[in-house]
């Protein structure tokens, strides 16, 4: 009797093949719900607490407006790029660039991204430091909340309480080679969010209830003082709290279906709409014409019971926290972006092991460095010159009109003007 190739020993195998949760995401890609996730997070970042200020200065309607305006506007310039990214087949912000604008283009953003993103790493790492072990600021001295519970020791103190986060919580994030791998870290990022949002819900509530809460302003208040350009210092807290283009390429290269990218950033973008009004109006109506620029700041002004003493070390320790997730995801851009630039020519940056773990640790100790070498974010010694508050102004003027002659020019593209 002739054996059938089929029924031979050799052709099948005795057990049968089982793979892995992890080989199966490998061979499907990524879940459109872990690109929500990672774009929600890099968009809900520091600049939360800043929300509810500009709330104060445009007023509630205003706000509401400004607010919906930039998330369309994001999600316009978010489908510019997945729309040429798919024309063209490119997996990086970088090669986009390079293939619209020439090396020269594709080295300026990537320079703009680091210094972005490097900027607000750093500022993640001092406000993480702020809330652990506090600051002086102005001869004041605010204590953080591991002094607040244990005292001041050596082992609380700033530098320590961050070399611990630095080395126990941000490393292992960073090692992970993939971004859809920090899916469930940008999940409970997401969910502390909402969590914050939930207190100032609450307490704004109860606040209400028990007649403690002013009127807020519908409108902007030009009576008091509020002027027309004050107004437009409330646009860069916006458009800042809904950047989200420089994690596109990296979400989208992962994803099992790279044309859900659009869906997932749609999603993203009223989810971020949804908690940015929430804490913008609770908060607002929270504190009033009290309210800080942080208002981390208010809530660390409202300790005067044991519920109140609570909430505030909450909604403190859960804001670290929130940001000591969302660092990897920006992290993640920042190292994408170094690597294209000096090491262009060499293979994919998770095909070389020894040159992964150099740049994360360079980057990661620089960050730890500069966060330890700069107390504070702000000006406090008030050593800017007249120079170079004309030079700051010459770069966002700049900025501003760079940008508009671009946008213009893409519009123009797009609907056809001559």
């Not at 630039?341 to 992964?356: I, M, Q, T």
């Not at 960050?367 to 102004?393: E, Q």
């Amino acid at each position: 009797m002739k054996l059938d190739n089929q029924d031979f020993g050799g052709h099948a195998p005795l057990l049968p093949e089982v793979r892995s949760r992890d080989d199966k995401r490998r061979y499907e890609g990524a879940s459109i719900s872990g690109a929500i996730f990672n774009i929600s997070t890099g968009m809900v970042g520091a600049g939360i607490m800043s929300i509810p200020a500009t709330f104060k200065v445009l007023g509630v309607i205003p706000s509401f407006v400004v607010i919906l305006i930039i998330a369309y506007l994001v999600e316009v310039t978010v489908e510019f790029l997945l729309k040429y990214t798919h024309s063209v087949e490119l997996n990086t912000y970088g090669k986009l660039m390079a293939e619209s604008f020439g090396k020269f283009g594709s080295i300026a953003l990537q320079v703009c991204v680091m210094i972005t993103n490097l900027g607000a790493l750093i500022i993640y790492l001092i406000i993480i430091g702020d809330v652990l072990s506090g600051n002086t600021s102005e001869g004041t001295v605010h204590l953080g909340i591991l002094q607040e519970w244990f005292g001041i020791h050596w082992w609380n103190s700033r530098a320590c309480s961050l070399l611990f986060v630095v080395l126990f919580v941000l490393l292992p994030l960073l090692l992970l080679r993939r971004i859809d791998s920090l899916r469930h870290a940008s999940a409970l990022s997401v969910l502390l969010a909402g969590f914050f949002v939930a207190i100032c819900t609450a307490m704004a509530i109860h606040a209400m209830w028990i007649g403690k809460t002013q009127r807020p302003r519908l409108v902007p208040d030009f009576a008091n003082g509020v002027s027309v350009l004050g107004l437009f210092t409330t646009i860069p807290v916006f458009a800042t709290a809904f950047g989200c283009h420089v994690n596109v390429h990296p979400v989208r290269a992962e994803l099992g279906r790279p044309s859900d990218m659009s869906s997932a950033v749609r999603i993203s973008l009223v989810l971020c709409v949804a908690i940015y009004i929430a804490v913008g109006f609770f908060g607002y109506l929270l504190f009033g014409d009290s309210i800080m620029a942080d208002m981390l700041v208010n809530f660390d002004t409202t300790s005067d019971s044991l519920i109140a003493t609570v909430l505030n070390d909450t909604v403190r320790l859960s804001y670290a926290i929130h940001l000591m997730l969302v660092f990897p995801v920006m992290n993640y851009s920042l190292r994408v972006n170094v690597d294209e630039l000096f090491f262009s020519k060499r293979p994919l940056l998770d095909a070389e092991n020894f040159r992964f773990y150099c740049l994360t640790g360079i980057l990661l100790a620089f960050i730890y460095l500069a966060a330890i070498a700069i107390p504070n974010i702000w000006d406090v010694r008030c050593i800017s010159t007249s120079r170079d508050k004309v030079l700051a102004w010459l770069v966002i003027l700049l900025a501003v009109g760079t940008s508009f002659i671009a946008i213009f020019s893409n519009l123009s593209d797009y609907f056809g003007w001559k």
